[in-house]
């Protein structure tokens, strides 16, 4: 009896973004085996997710086994439209709304919210919020951000997602720096915290970033600045623009990251005299989606 | 004698940009002719810019005549590179600092600043700037402003330009409709002022542009904005995100610009109940050229 149950509660959870995807087989809570592979959404051919699917699930030695996908599988580019739920959203909610494309499948929506003229949508997110708020590895009520392309802070209080907002501050400085004039400039080094990231985090008080981006090669021209502190200052300006437009010093930040990836954020953070405090986004999505597996259940 | 004096005094101006020039051939501060080609900077080799000039001369029927280049020509990818002026600059320190790269050529230099480790640079705008004030177009005492790729801000007292900014306005909306997440929304119709471009200048009222632009595509997502309203919606954010920050509600602006290209700042201004005047950039570059021409003499 105690096998069969072992059984039942195997699953695979899928976290399937754009350009890539994680997988894991989860039994009882517990992690057996993980993959990861560059089968994003964007790569597959309307019509091929369930051999997609299969695929990430035969990797794990789990053929056959009940799978729940978070992320742009459930967008309208991906296997099947799974909508949003609107913000306040509890993990109860997401559970509530989960569509079955297929036999033993279950994708989740992602969440909106609309204020005044404002919308904004997550997708995959929300599984890791609400699953750090779960699994207590942040503050019954806490401000979390995820940086990334499309960085996304969000309050979660009382195990729901009250508001949030999304900032297109990486995929900013990628476009800046493959594209823009400043974009040869930018070229010449790479992004770190220090001095020329924590003097954008300052520049970007005066909230004139239009100004402040042109003002990168002429402080090349002029001698101000070295071209290979260039990039680290933009991501100074980007980032500190973006952190301050949500921070007061003395406000905790719950960073919801990749080892690495949350460092310039903590660093942008510091300045700002805010106190910044990492999270697992692995342990995160993990403790989230296997709550909503047995909210399914 | 009369006929001889009117032989010395003709000469080409040359507002030599990157991508495009214009000349005209001045005779006693009238224009006799005037073409316009696409043989910018960018285009013309090193070691070719003698011929390149020597096409335009005869394009106006004008070999052999004098000729008084502004703009990229005095650039380190130019002719020959020229250096910039530290403002404030006027039109006499400008024609000082002229270079003459080839017999009967003169090249003027751009003007540069440098206000704490903020630089900027301007190279070309000068010449309409200052021609603006030595034609009396606008007051002695002005704030200027040139839409564009790069606009150009600045106050021009006393027959100098005191202190400029440029911000990258219109280089980033260029940017984001060719190569962001956002662009495909935004190309589903063209900027232009109505009701969507001023919502775009309110928006920017809150100073969080990496958030506003991210909402651009959840916004026509969640039915709150239709897609053709898109890129009018953004360049009143970033329109208005520039004006903002240079402009208080009673301010004049004068808007030194070519047909047109003027109006969504016009409208962006009149919405921040800023008063904005429409100058000719062509009559303030050939004020401006003609002036520094006897200046040289």
Same mark, same amino acid.
């Given at each position: 009896?105690?096998?069969?149950?072992?059984? $039942?509660?195997?699953?695979?959870?899928?976290?399937?973004? #754009?350009?890539?995807?994680?997988?894991?087989?989860?039994?009882?809570?517990? =992690?057996?085996?993980?993959?990861?592979?560059?089968?994003?959404?964007?790569?597959?051919? &309307?019509?091929?997710?369930?051999?997609?699917?299969?695929?990430?699930?035969?990797?794990?030695?789990?053929?056959?086994?009940?799978?729940?996908?978070?992320?742009?599988? /459930?967008?309208?580019?991906?296997?099947? %439209?799974?909508?949003?739920?609107?913000?306040?959203?509890?993990?109860? %909610?997401?559970?509530?709304?989960?569509?079955?494309?297929?036999?033993?499948?279950?994708?989740?929506?992602?969440?909106?919210?609309?204020? /005044? $003229?404002?919308?904004? =949508?997550?997708?995959?997110?929300?599984?890791?919020?609400?699953?750090?708020?779960?699994?207590?590895?942040?503050?019954?009520?806490?401000?979390?951000?995820? &940086?990334?392309?499309?960085?996304?802070?969000?309050?979660?209080? /009382?195990?729901?997602?009250?508001?949030?907002?999304?900032?297109?501050?990486?995929?900013?400085? $990628?476009?800046?720096?493959?594209?823009?004039?400043?974009?040869? #400039?930018?070229?010449?080094?790479?992004?770190?915290?220090?001095?020329?990231?924590?003097?954008?985090?300052?520049?970007?008080?005066?909230?004139?970033?239009?100004?402040?981006?042109?003002?990168?090669?002429?402080?090349?021209?002029? /001698?101000?600045?070295?071209?290979?502190?260039?990039?680290?200052?933009?991501?100074?300006?980007?980032?500190?623009?973006?952190?301050?437009?949500?921070?007061? &010093?003395?406000?905790?930040?719950?960073?919801?990251?990749?080892?690495?990836?949350?460092?310039?954020?903590?660093?942008?953070?510091?300045?700002?005299?805010?106190?910044?405090?990492? =999270?697992?986004?692995?342990?995160?999505?993990?403790?989230?989606?296997?709550?909503?597996?047995?909210?399914? $259940?």
């Amino acid at each position: 009896l105690e096998e069969q149950r072992h059984v $039942a509660d195997r699953f695979v959870a899928l976290d399937w973004g #754009t350009t890539n995807r994680r997988a894991w087989l989860v039994a009882d809570g517990a =992690v057996l085996r993980e993959t990861r592979d560059g089968e994003g959404v964007a790569s597959v051919d &309307p019509g091929g997710f369930p051999s997609a699917a299969a695929r990430a699930a035969a990797a794990l030695g789990a053929e056959g086994v009940p799978m729940l996908c978070a992320g742009m599988a /459930g967008s309208n580019r991906g296997w099947a %439209d799974a909508g949003y739920v609107p913000a306040p959203a509890t993990l109860a %909610d997401l559970a509530a709304a989960a569509i079955r494309p297929a036999e033993g499948v279950a994708i989740l929506p992602g969440v909106s919210m609309v204020d /005044g $003229a404002r919308g904004d =949508v997550m997708r995959g997110e929300e599984v890791q919020l609400l699953g750090a708020a779960a699994a207590g590895l942040v503050p019954d009520d806490a401000l979390l951000c995820q &940086p990334g392309t499309h960085a996304k802070w969000a309050r979660v209080s /009382g195990g729901a997602i009250l508001d949030f907002r999304t900032a297109m501050t990486g995929e900013l400085f $990628a476009l800046l720096r493959a594209h823009a004039l400043i974009g040869h #400039t930018m070229r010449e080094g790479q992004a770190e915290a220090g001095t020329a990231f924590e003097e954008g985090v300052d520049a970007s008080a005066d909230g004139d970033l239009v100004v402040q981006l042109f003002g990168v090669r002429p402080a090349s021209l002029l /001698g101000l600045r070295p071209e290979a502190d260039a990039a680290s200052y933009v991501s100074g300006l980007l980032i500190g623009a973006d952190c301050r437009a949500r921070v007061r &010093p003395g406000d905790a930040v719950w960073l919801v990251a990749e080892p690495g990836l949350g460092d310039l954020y903590a660093a942008a953070l510091a300045r700002l005299r805010a106190e910044a405090r990492i =999270v697992s986004s692995r342990d995160a999505f993990l403790a989230g989606i296997t709550r909503l597996r047995e909210l399914m $259940a």
